[in-house]
């Protein structure tokens, strides 16, 4: 793959054009990973990255932030392409999340969850969702924080500006580590958001 696009930006080298950005996309991560990696040391053009008919929705995702994520995150590549079996909106979400997820962009709120486990007081996977959906229009840099527990969540989620840490029936608002409140749980999304709203 390499070498034949080395011949072709030869071959546009030798008419005098120069104006050129260069893709090595396959659906194969490592072989993507390893293309970009010789490419991007062999000339000096832009490079366009992607990982090709990756997959529907998970699979792609997936693919494409081990792929995509691994050459940013060397400083590889110019341009990023998400190809999904998904609905076209979804490849641009992605994209947002990988160049997010490695500080190259910001896209406005970042969000730290935690997974479910023994100490969860809450339904954590819905209400990230809830909150998630509540915040999607507000594009302020700033990182909320979805916590499971009051036990953990405040300390390991101390670099969010603002955060949850869920309890039986109430949760604890605290913000860059800090309690500042209980909150009952019905009132959980609508408080976070006006806090969010004031900062």
């Known amino acids: ?28 991560v490592k072989a993507t990973i390893e293309a970009y990696r010789l490419m991007s040391k062999t000339v000096n053009y832009p490079l366009h990255l992607g ?24 400083g590889i590549g110019d341009t990023v392409r998400v190809s999904l079996t998904a609905d076209s909106k979804e490849e641009i979400k992605v994209a947002k999340e990988i160049l997010s997820g ?26 990230s969702q809830k909150i998630q959906s509540a915040l999607e229009r507000i594009n302020k840099p700033i990182t909320v924080a979805i916590m499971g527990c009051a036990v953990n969540g405040p300390g390991e989620a101390k670099e969010a500006d603002i955060g949850i840490a869920g309890g039986i ?21 609508e408080t976070l958001v006006n806090e969010i709203s004031k900062m």
Do not use: Q, W
């Open 169 to 189: 029936g109430e949760a604890l608002l605290f913000k860059k580590g800090e309690i500042i409140c209980k909150i009952k749980e019905e009132n959980i999304i």
């Open 1 to 28: 793959m390499v070498d034949s696009a080395i011949e072709h930006v030869k071959i546009l080298e030798d008419l005098d054009y120069t104006n050129m950005l260069i893709s090595l996309k396959s659906s194969d």
């Open 51 to 74: 990982i090709t008919h990756s997959g529907t929705f998970l699979t792609g995702t997936i693919k494409s932030a081990m792929g995509l994520g691994g050459l940013l995150a060397d």
């Open 102 to 127: 490695l500080d190259l962009r910001t896209f406005g709120i970042k969000y730290i969850t935690c997974p479910t486990c023994g100490r969860t007081r809450i339904n954590i996977i819905e209400l």
